[in-house]
């Protein structure tokens, strides 16, 4: 019996725009800026003014999409070693969240934490956040924080800040042109990157 939530009844949202919100917070990060570089700023202002409620959604799911993807990616690197992901990933996840008190609420790190695991396990975190609910304005800052971890997590496994970002940008290209809906439309990921190659 298949779940509500199996990632073939998800919606991927808007992957590219989510994507850029994510390469622009992650290059900030690495140039040692408190910031974002003005010309992406401009970029991610564009993109935030031309958002409708409908917009807003597909960012969102665009989002849930980026962290099923990294998790699916976290979750065949550490299945090649005999690691469970949960375990390795969760509990360094929620303690970073909750070392950024001004960005993420405490309230909202149960939930962080419910979306990393319905994607370590195979599941849509958007169908799976959608069964509680809207999502509140404090949900939304701290799933940017935890797509922006989980990207940042993928970068120091493989030495390379920009594995995470080119590696979803080269899925969804070839995902382009695959017929099919949801998170299961081609987005299988090739982790690239051996640990024994260190």
């Given at each position: ?95 970073t969240l909750r070392m ?8 909202a790190i149960p939930t ?87």
């Amino acid at each position: 019996m298949s779940s509500p939530c199996d990632p073939r009844y998800a919606p991927a949202g808007d992957v590219d725009g989510a994507l850029m919100v994510i390469d622009s917070r992650l290059k900030a990060v690495h140039d040692g800026r408190t910031g974002t570089d003005p010309e992406q700023q401009k970029l991610l202002d564009q993109l935030t003014a031309s958002l409708d409620l409908r917009g807003v959604h597909d960012l969102l799911d665009g989002a849930c999409t980026l962290v099923f993807m990294f998790m699916k990616w976290l979750r065949g690197v550490h299945e090649d070693h005999d690691r469970d992901v949960i375990e390795s990933v969760v509990p360094s996840l929620v303690t970073t969240l909750r070392m950024m008190p001004r960005s993420v609420s405490p309230e909202a790190i149960p939930t962080m934490a419910g979306l990393v695991v319905a994607a370590g396990t195979g599941l849509s975190p958007s169908l799976w956040r959608r069964q509680y609910g809207d999502w509140t304005q404090e949900e939304m800052t701290a799933l940017e924080a935890t797509a922006l971890l989980l990207a940042e997590h993928i970068n120091r496994i493989t030495g390379d800040v920009d594995f995470a970002t080119r590696m979803i940008g080269e899925t969804l290209s070839r995902a382009e042109g695959t017929p099919g809906n949801g998170l299961d439309r081609g987005l299988g990921l090739d982790p690239g990157w051996d640990e024994d190659d260190e």
